[in-house]
């Protein structure tokens, strides 16, 4: 017996940052992919959400301020799959180490994630580098870090998923990954399809 499986919907916050080249990465994967913009983009249903790049603390802003907050705090704890890069993993944290933005009333975040982050974590100066490293169950995988966050703490139930120079860049928590580094400015599609084969369609 042969069953049918429809092309999964990925909706994109695409208030801020680089969304456009998840969206591209996705529908080459063969999703299709809406764009969260208003808090009624909402409304359409979807299977997947993926958080981009960008500026966590613009982002964070935004998405209070144009009440899409708790909407996706609540669909991210009912088990909705979440793909999260860079200032996405920040969105993601409980816990931010290093600055004023741990305060939650200051910088609105998700944080439905059980990790400590560290902000612009490798200097300001060493803000951008390139990398490839193993990443659990896919290999090596290229890694592009610009001015990257990255986990300082992992509670119990976070697996890690990969580590350069010891220090945790890519996390799995339930059914939300999150990564330090920019896999849509990479031309390896690995983590786009480990986030696209978690979602059963
Ligand atoms: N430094 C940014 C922040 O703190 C994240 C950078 C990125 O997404 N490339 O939000």
Same mark, same amino acid.
């Given at each position: 017996m042969t069953s049918e499986r429809r092309q999964p919907?990925?909706? /994109?916050?695409?208030? $801020?940052?680089?969304?456009? *080249? +998840? *969206? $591209? @990465?996705? *529908?080459?994967?063969?999703?299709?992919c809406i *764009?969260? @913009?208003?808090?009624?983009?909402l409304d359409q249903p979807f299977d997947g959400l993926v958080l981009p790049g960008g500026e966590s603390t613009v982002q964070g802003k935004l998405i209070d301020e144009l009440g899409m907050l708790e909407p996706l705090r609540c669909l991210i704890m009912e088990g909705l799959p979440v793909l999260a890069t860079c200032a996405g993993l920040i969105l993601l944290a409980r816990e931010i180490s290093d600055d004023s933005t741990s305060d939650p009333t200051r910088? &609105? @975040?998700?944080?439905?994630?059980? /990790?400590?982050v560290r902000r612009n974590a490798y200097g300001r100066q060493l803000g951008s580098f390139h990398t490839s490293q193993d990443f659990s169950g896919l290999g090596e995988v290229p890694m592009t870090f610009i001015r990257a966050p990255f986990v300082e703490q992992a509670e119990t139930g976070?697996? /890690?998923?990969? @580590?350069?120079?010891?220090?945790? !860049?890519? !996390?799995?928590?339930?059914? $939300?990954?999150? /990564?330090?580094? +920019? &896999?849509?400015?990479?031309?390896?599609d690995a983590i786009h399809t480990l986030f696209v084969n978690e979602i059963r369609v």
């Open positions: 919907t990925i909706a /994109v916050l695409a208030v $801020q940052g680089a969304f456009l *080249e +998840h *969206e $591209q @990465r996705l *529908e080459r994967l063969g999703c299709s *764009e969260l @913009r208003k808090a009624s983009d910088s &609105p @975040r998700l944080a439905t994630m059980l /990790v400590t976070v697996e /890690v998923l990969a @580590r350069v120079d010891g220090r945790i !860049v890519a !996390v799995r928590f339930g059914s $939300q990954i999150a /990564v330090s580094f +920019h &896999p849509e400015l990479d031309s390896c």
